[in-house]
């Protein structure tokens, strides 16, 4: 079921006009834990429109909505931000694990990323941290 109310202020709070198909991608975010990719997307919604989808979250991304990940696999993949995430600032800077087994990858958001010291001459822009391995599903699956 989608829950309209939550869906329609999450939108607005990112300043993101609410429409049929924006609804439907950002419910399919809130109801997954893992990291989502383009092509699961393609998956999910094989009866719209790939270009629409795909402008779809080109727009979260940019309102701030979502952030992209690069775990090593072949596809950038997409979680939800926090709540007070802007485009041009992420405050949700955290760690993602990548499971080789199930191959699925989620936001360690309790985790933060530590401080690397390279020196004054360097100016950092952006950190990323990928941990791999096998996640708590895999791992409890006799
Ligand atoms: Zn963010
Ligand atoms: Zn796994
Ligand atoms: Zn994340």
Known sequence: MIDIKKIETLLHNKKIKSTAMRNVVLQYFLNTEKAISLKD???EFHYSDRTTLFRTIKTF???GLLHAI?????????ALCHKNCTSENHIDIHPHF???QCKN???LRKVSIPTINIGSN????????IVKGICDNCNTVA
Not at 70 to 78: C, E, I, Q
Not at 122 to 129: A, N, P, V
């Open 61 to 63: 991304k940019e309102k």
């Open 41 to 43: 997307l393609e998956t």
């Open 105 to 107: 990858t989620i936001c």
């Open 98 to 100: 990548y499971c080789v």
């Open 122 to 129: 360097f100016i950092i822009q952006s950190t990323e941290l």
């Open 70 to 78: 690069k775990d090593g696999s072949n596809s950038t993949k997409y």
